[in-house]
C-alpha cells in the first residue's frame, strides 16, 4: 500500500514518529516503550552517580532537570487510554 502526494509515492509505515513518540499506523495508538526505555536509563545513570550518599536533593533535582523533560516532550499531542499507565501502550 502506497499513499500519493503531489505524485510522489510515499510507502505505506507501521509505525509513525513525531515529536519522539511513535504512533501506530492503523489506529494512531500511542507507543511509550522508547521514551519510558530512555528515561529509565537517564535516571539510572544519575542515580547511579552519588551512591548512598547525601546527595540525594542533588540527585532529585538532575532527575528533574534532565530526565522528566524527556518523558513529557510531546506527550500534549498523544491521547492516552486509562490503561497506559499499567501497559505502557493505548
Known sequence: MTITINSLQIPWQNKVKYLGLYFSGI???VDVTSKLRKFYGQFNNIMSVPGKGSYEMNAI???KAYSLPTLTY?????VFCKNTKREKKC
Open 74 to 78: 510531546g506527550c500534549e499531542n498523544a
Open 61 to 63: 533535582h538532575l532527575v
Open 27 to 29: 489506529n494512531g495508538k
